[in-house]
């Protein structure tokens, strides 16, 4: 059976697309999300809500509360990525240098359409929190949030988030009890020594030897330290030192990144590196240190409400949904409200990523045919979640 709110959302596809293509025009960076919190507050407001700004720096939360019940939070993300736009779309980022290239714009339009929805229509009792949250790429926007006072201010029994999805097929949903997406922390390694003529290497440190050794050394530690039934990532992804072709250099820099779904394996992870830097340096004589920074913990879906967002799904999509999907090794800061409360992390099919269209691509290019039903699943979620937290308590 099609969800109820189908209808409606089916009947503003325009007006969705419309909105979605605006936000897409004028992407913004963590923090610096001013226009696109105004759009936000605007059409909450022309809704009928009373917007709460400045949450999180260019957070935006709104409240609809239908007299004493549970209280459901659902959150969309705002923030574009540092890329330059190739899709050569007439409504492609005016931004240079800045795009909606994750599907930001596509989250907050479905999430504003059902607080549209919701507005208008009753049959619940209970509250739910519209929470619209900055720099989740890579700045810890829903982390900010929280230290501004999030759940003090805007309590919540459960919490809910959709990401658009490609590769999974169109107008699907998919989620899984567990970490859905990984814990994810960065590295710098900085290396110094005596630094040399290139054809007279004894009389100096080899630093650039130093530094390929301890990035092959790192590729033991996921291969060779890790439990192999665990998942583990570890990626240098910045290899600096040197600037003549008859010089080594008396200096070196190494960074990257890791990935992991559990703190045990965090932990060897950040144990392992330190133990290469050290014995790399004692080996060649030189300075090696190393910052290790955490910044993500992983997106861990907790059982019942997993359950509901899945169910809200099949009010939405019928069987079009999967409890038994791998975890990505990519990482998510919603994790950082999921560590404060219960709820779930859904993706939605967005189909093919033929073409590039894939996640973080400058070709990247949203599935507007996948509006509605977000937008619905986001209506069937909270309704059905202040159900069943109500019907819980009953009992």
Not at 8 to 16: K, R
Not at 91 to 103: F, I, L, N, P, T
Not at 259 to 265: E, I, P
Not at 326 to 344: H, I, Q, T, V
Request: proline share 4%; net charge negative.
């Amino acid at each position: 059976m099609t969800h109820p709110s189908m209808a409606y959302f089916e009947a503003m596809q325009d007006e969705m697309v419309a909105w979605r293509q605006e936000l897409h025009r004028h992407p913004e960076l963590a923090y610096e999300e001013n226009w696109t919190s105004d759009f936000v507050a605007e059409k909450l407001e022309s809704f009928g809500y009373t917007p709460h700004r400045g949450l999180g720096k260019t957070g935006v939360v709104a409240t609809l509360s239908r007299g004493e019940g549970p209280v459901i939070g659902l959150r969309a993300d705002m923030d574009a990525l540092p890329i330059n736009e190739r899709t050569n779309l007439p409504y492609a980022s005016q931004q240079e240098g800045k795009m909606h290239a994750c599907g930001h714009d596509g989250h907050m339009t479905m999430l504003l359409a059902a607080a549209k929805y919701l507005a208008e229509n009753g049959g619940f009792a209970g509250t739910i929190h519209f929470i619209f949250q900055p720099a989740e790429e890579g700045f810890a926007g829903a982390e900010a949030m929280m230290k501004d006072g999030l759940f003090d201010k805007f309590p919540v029994d459960e919490v809910y988030s959709l990401h658009n999805w490609p590769g999974l097929e169109e107008g699907t949903f998919a989620a899984r009890t567990g970490p859905q997406m990984a814990a994810f922390d960065v590295f710098e390694i900085k290396l110094s020594g005596q630094g040399a003529h290139a054809a007279m290497p004894h009389l100096g440190q080899d630093i650039l030897t130093a530094a390929s050794t301890i990035q092959t050394q790192m590729q033991a530690i996921a291969a060779r330290m890790i439990d192999p039934l665990e998942t583990a990532v570890v990626s240098i992804t910045e290899f600096h030192g040197g600037d003549a072709w008859n010089v080594l250099p008396a200096e070196a820099r190494l960074a990257g990144c890791t990935r992991h779904m559990t703190a045990a394996v965090q932990d060897t992870i950040e144990a392992r590196m330190s133990d290469i830097c050290a014995g790399v340096a004692r080996g060649f004589g030189i300075e090696v240190e190393l910052d290790y920074q955490r910044r993500y913990p992983a997106t861990v879906n907790t059982e019942r409400e997993t359950g509901l967002a899945l169910e809200a799904a099949r009010r939405v999509v019928g069987d079009e949904v999967s409890d038994t999907i791998n975890p990505s090794m990519a990482s998510e800061d919603f994790a950082f409200m999921l560590k404060e409360r219960p709820g779930c992390y859904i993706w939605l099919g967005a189909g093919s990523t033929e073409g590039g269209c894939t996640l973080h691509s400058p070709t990247y290019r949203f599935n507007d045919s996948i509006l509605a039903k977000g937008a619905a699943w986001w209506v069937s979620i909270a309704t059905g979640a202040i159900e069943a937290r109500s019907m819980d308590k009953a009992a």
